[in-house]
């Protein structure tokens, strides 16, 4: 454990954390919601929404401005979660929100919070590129599978998965 009584928190992808928090200091919105989202896998962890909650606060956000949905598992429980969310706030307010996510996984979530009837601004975050492809083609050692590059694979695959079954490549 670290000195005193600090956690560690692994990060998963901090890049929409640090964005929202940004988006709101800037004054592009006057609150703040995380999803619930949980690992079925692991049930030991919190849902990131309370993790995110916890470390907003210490970011000197207040907390009166902060939400987190119910658990949730995948982007279209994520947008049910949000429409309930705003709807129990503000049922009478358009439902807009400025979405922060992956940019690969931007298309397919648009989509999918705009099927629940929520106006999207498109925030993308977490570019994931390549900048050099021939000089990695060149290099020999570039050919020798990774775990690292068995996992973009894998993200990359769950990603067309994803806009198969919402039909969101449309």
């Not at 400025?98 to 009837?117: C, D, P, Q």
């Not at 060149?138 to 998965?161: A, D």
Request: net charge positive; no cysteine; aromatic share 12%.
């Amino acid at each position: 454990m670290p000195p005193g009584n600090a956690k560690i928190i692994e990060w998963y992808d901090p890049d929409r954390f640090l964005a929202g928090i940004d988006l709101y200091k800037a004054n592009k919105s006057n609150r703040l919601i995380f999803t619930g989202g949980i690992n079925p896998l692991n049930s030991d962890l919190p849902p990131e929404g309370e993790i995110y909650i916890k470390e907003a606060i210490l970011m000197g956000l207040p907390k009166e401005d902060l939400f987190t949905t119910y658990s949730v598992s995948n982007t279209l429980q994520e947008a049910k979660a949000i429409k309930k969310l705003l709807n129990d706030e503000s049922p009478l307010i358009q439902n807009k929100i400025i979405l922060v996510t992956s940019a690969f996984h931007m298309k397919r979530a648009k989509k999918v919070f705009e099927s629940e009837g929520i106006s999207v601004q498109p925030y993308p975050v977490d570019f994931k590129s390549n900048k050099s492809f021939i000089s990695s083609l060149l290099n020999p050692l570039s050919w020798i599978p990774s775990s690292y590059s068995f996992n973009k694979s894998s993200n990359g695959i769950r990603e067309i998965i994803g806009r198969f079954i919402y039909r969101a490549w449309r």
